[in-house]
């Protein structure tokens, strides 16, 4: 289906002739790349401008760059980081102003292309797993500012490593397809009703933050729908909603407690590990109060989907007296008697919309992989949740996750035994071992 759907983009491409709709694409250039210099090469840059790089180096907290730009163990921003996507294995590349391996010979006016257009320096069109479709809104101060601090950093040789992707996602051209249907290339404009604090949040949230990429959900295309910030799944996750929903969404936290989630890690109830655990580690815990501030704001205002509490099941259903007891004698040490977690530790389950979520699959993946939760300056304690895949079955799973989502104020569909086991397959967790408990 996915691969029938890109032949198909493929073909709407170079039957409508390349040419033609490479102009297209160039006359849809509105958020401009000629207010970037275009002679004066990374590596030959003179006299740096300190102030811009201390901004520029808050940019690029922001936008999580190193994050993605640095392999586990490597050189910062020398690239050979793997992102896993549905098509196949995308390294990232070296960002470094090296001139052989990394982007020294490039211009200012080359990397305002490529953040913001997903260009490279010779042309060829860059896979949206670098997220340019949310970098696009960032604009030209920033931008410059970014710049100045990427040029400024220790040149590292370090050769790209090739990608893994299978026919015809391998195809760079195919790309113009994809932007032609997905890339909104358009900067941001702030919304005239709305306070400088909102407009400042959306700016954060859309652009630099990148925060659609994981919590807006996705078509076959890898394209954002319309669900906008209302759950996503993810290879082995799940990116809840962070609307203003106050069952699934964060809508019934206060500012400060999703400024604090970002901040520290963790809050009164839930504690950021996995995917959002990085997020914080690298990006979030480094924004300023004042922008952690405008986040929530932005985030607290959206409607979001709209999802209601279904009717909480029933004490004496008996997938609920299983999970109780497994809940007593597996989980009750850690998330304690009440489900109210250990603050700044252990996540609370009581009346958690994480917990709640319409997709269970964040809370199997961590049941049966395990977990660790953010480390930050403000909360250097890391706590781990341990795997229990060789401890409990998928029906045992199955019935402690729909006893914590439907306790303690929680009330959510149950969570089927045949969703474990699929889930256990695909992170290939460890097989029971020992039925004894
Ligand atoms: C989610 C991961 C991710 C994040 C975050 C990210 N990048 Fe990338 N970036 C990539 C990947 C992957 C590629 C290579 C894509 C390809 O080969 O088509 C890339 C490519 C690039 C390129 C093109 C380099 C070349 O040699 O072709 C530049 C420049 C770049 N990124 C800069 C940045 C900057 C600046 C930021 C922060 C604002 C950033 N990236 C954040 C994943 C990321
Ligand atoms: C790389 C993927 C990724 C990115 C990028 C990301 N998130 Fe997350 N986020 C997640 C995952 C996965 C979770 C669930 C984490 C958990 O339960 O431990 C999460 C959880 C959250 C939560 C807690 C929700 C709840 O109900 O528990 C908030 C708030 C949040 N993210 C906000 C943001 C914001 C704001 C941004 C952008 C600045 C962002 N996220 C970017 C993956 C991501
Ligand atoms: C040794 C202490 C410990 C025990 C025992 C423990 N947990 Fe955890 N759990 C944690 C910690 C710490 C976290 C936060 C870090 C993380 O999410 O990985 C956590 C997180 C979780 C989450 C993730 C919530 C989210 O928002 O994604 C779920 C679900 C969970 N635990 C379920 C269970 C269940 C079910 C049991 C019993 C079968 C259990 N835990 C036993 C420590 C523990």
Redesign the pocket.
């Known amino acids: 289906m996915k691969s029938k759907l890109w032949l198909g983009v493929l073909a709407l491409v170079l039957a409508a002739g390349g040419t033609a709709l490479t102009a297209l694409y160039a006359n849809g250039n509105s958020n401009a790349d000629d207010v970037a210099d275009d002679q004066v090469p990374a590596a030959d840059a003179a006299a740096p401008d300190p102030a811009a790089i201390t901004r520029g180096a808050y940019v690029a907290v922001q936008g999580?760059c190193a994050a993605c730009h640095t392999k586990p163990g490597g050189n910062a921003y020398a690239g050979g980081y793997g992102l896993q996507t549905p098509f196949g294995v995308i390294y990232s590349t070296n960002i470094t102003p090296e001139r052989d391996t990394g982007i020294g010979t490039w211009t200012e006016r080359d990397f305002f292309r490529a953040v913001r257009h997903g260009k490279r320096q010779d042309g060829a069109l860059l896979y949206p797993a670098m997220p340019y479709n949310a970098y696009v809104k960032m604009n030209d101060a920033d931008l410059h500012d970014l710049w100045a601090y990427i040029r400024s950093l220790k040149p590292v040789a370090q050769a790209p490593t090739p990608n893994t992707l299978g026919f015809p996602y391998n195809i760079r051209l195919a790309m113009l397809g994809w932007n032609l249907l997905y890339f909104k290339n358009a900067p941001y404009v702030a919304e005239p009703g709305q306070p400088a604090q909102w407009n400042r949040g959306r700016y954060?949230?859309d652009g630099a933050?990148?925060?659609g990429?994981?919590?807006t959900p996705k078509d076959a295309l890898g394209g954002d729908t319309s669900a906008y910030l209302q759950g996503a799944e993810?290879l082995g996750?799940?990116?809840?909603?962070?609307t203003g929903n106050p069952h699934?969404?964060?809508g019934s936290w206060s500012i400060e407690q999703?400024a604090q989630?970002?901040k520290v890690g963790s809050n009164h109830m839930?504690?950021?590990?996995?995917?959002?655990?990085?997020?914080v580690e690298h990006?979030?815990q480094y924004l300023n109060g004042p922008d952690l501030a405008a986040?929530a704001v932005y985030?607290e205002s959206l409607p979001g989907s709209g999802a209601q509490a279904p009717a909480a099941i029933s004490a004496n259903d008996p997938a609920m007296l299983r999970g109780a007891h497994i809940y007593e004698t597996q989980c009750m040490a850690c998330h304690n008697v009440q489900g109210q977690g250990i603050d700044g530790m252990v996540?609370g389950f009581a009346d958690?919309?994480?917990i709640r979520?319409l997709s269970p699959s964040?809370l199997i993946s961590?049941v049966l992989k395990g977990?660790r939760a953010a480390v930050t300056e403000g909360n250097v304690t890391g706590a781990g949740m341990p795997s229990f895949a060789w401890r409990l079955d998928d029906a045992d799973i199955a019935a402690v996750l729909t006893y914590v989502r439907n306790s303690w104020g929680n009330a959510a569909p149950a969570v089927g035994s045949p969703l474990v086991s699929k889930a256990r397959a695909a992170v290939h967790a460890e097989p029971v071992l020992d039925k004894q408990r």
Request: charged share 5%; hydrophobic share 45%; glycine share 16%.
């Open positions: 999580d954060l949230v933050g990148h925060c990429a994981c919590h993810l996750g799940y990116a809840p909603e962070i699934v969404g964060v999703v989630y970002l839930a504690v950021a590990a996995g995917a959002m655990g990085e997020a990006s979030t986040i985030l996540t958690n919309p994480g979520a964040n961590t977990g």
